[in-house]
């Protein structure tokens, strides 16, 4: 039954599901779960394809949640395989998903079999929640699933995304949290004229510059025993027209917050809004929630994982809440226990992804145990 984890993983690559297209991964995995006996139910929303499965009406509701789609392989040129080609070499699987996270998905339907196989008649209930659009803008996939779930007051308790959490070896991290993400757009007003007449210019640049050290400098916060410091980055500067003899009369900023649940969007927001009214600039701003911060406590659903990796891997798990953020952060809103468990993410987004073929197998037998240890 261990190769057919392999096998499933290369179906899934086979199909080019790049964000937010899913080219029949849903349907080869619903097809799987219907032999299982479970209700499927499609929730597409505009361009997004998305299914939630249940097999049970008990409590605890058990869930794996995941992603179809992959981002775009770049130039096809640099590959050592064709990216939708899957391609064992030397004990890995290459390939576009091979690690985020068609192999985390394949591995999750194997351990579903065994495990509803061998105990038809567990307690509580299993299901999947799965979309195409966790890569790309986020707007049509798990989130809008998670609002109507919550509206029909569908319970979850445990929750397990397949994110490739581990870092040098599977299973060394699994991921308790994530940070808040908080993207502004900052539009700075002056005027325009030329540079051998700057008392008839207003340059926004010279007029906002110690505002922006200040934000740039500024400690938010100290973070806590679960999240580093918040921090604060601008991604993108665009001041000027080209030209090296005008003043410009406006400067854009675009920046990010990765925030620990020592803030709060809204306050992050005044903050930055106090700060530039203080220095008395002109200015608009725009802002976009990427995503609260959350943290799954020590419980069931951690001490599970710890176990089950730690019975197949003879490791102790980490529990961090490094790194950006992941659909974790809609389920957990269902007062879920979330954890993020899945592959090395040494290779992900990059040329020549790929996933270890042993540590493939064993991360279906952790699921599996893991299923065991929350419903027998």
């Known amino acids: ?32 779960l219907k032999a299982l006996n479970f209700d499927i139910e499609k929730m597409d929303f505009h361009d997004t394809e998305n299914f939630w499965a249940l097999r049970g009406d008990a409590q605890p509701v058990f869930i794996f949640a995941g992603h179809t789609d992959v981002v775009p392989p770049g130039p096809l040129e640099k590959w050592k395989f064709d990216p939708f080609t899957p391609t064992e070499h030397e004990g890995y699987l290459y390939g576009r998903g091979a690690a985020d996270m068609k192999g985390s998905l394949a591995a999750m339907l194997i351990a579903t079999q065994r495990f509803v196989t061998q105990h038809p008649d567990h307690k509580g209930s299993i299901g999947f929640l799965i979309t195409s659009d966790e890569e790309g803008p986020f707007i049509n996939g798990t989130i809008k699933v998670v609002e109507e779930l919550i509206r029909r007051k569908q319970a979850i308790d445990y929750a397990i995304v397949g994110e490739p959490s581990s870092k040098t070896k599977l299973g060394d991290i699994i991921k308790n949290g994530r940070r808040g993400s908080l993207t502004g757009w900052l539009t700075l007003h002056g005027i325009q004229g030329h540079v051998a007449y700057p008392h008839l210019a207003k340059n926004p640049f010279h007029e906002a510059i110690f505002a922006l050290a200040e934000i740039a400098h500024k400690t938010w916060d100290e973070g806590n025993e679960h999240f580093p410091p918040t921090s604060f980055q601008f991604t993108n500067i665009n001041v000027g027209t080209g030209a090296g003899n005008i003043i410009p009369g406006e400067a854009r900023f675009e920046f990010n917050f990765r925030y620990s649940t020592e803030q709060t969007a809204e306050g992050l927001k005044q903050q930055i809004n106090d700060i530039l009214n203080q220095h008395e600039l002109d200015f608009d701003l725009d802002w976009k929630l990427n995503g609260e911060p959350f943290i799954t406590e020590k419980g069931k659903l951690i001490e599970s994982c710890i176990e089950a990796i730690r019975h197949y891997q003879n490791i102790e798990a980490c529990a961090e809440t490094s790194g950006g953020t992941s659909d974790g952060r809609f389920i957990a809103k269902t007062g879920a226990q979330v954890v993020e ?35 027998l």
Do not use: F
């Open 341 to 375: 468990l899945g592959p090395v993410n040494a290779t992900i987004h990059k040329v020549d992804e790929c996933v270890n073929i042993e540590e493939l197998e064993k991360l279906s037998l952790i699921y599996e145990r893991i299923l065991k240890n929350t419903l």
């Open 1 to 32: 039954m261990s190769s057919t984890t392999l096998q499933l993983a290369k179906e899934l690559i086979r199909r080019p599901s790049i964000t937010p297209r899913d080219e029949g991964c849903q349907t080869l995995m619903i097809d799987w």
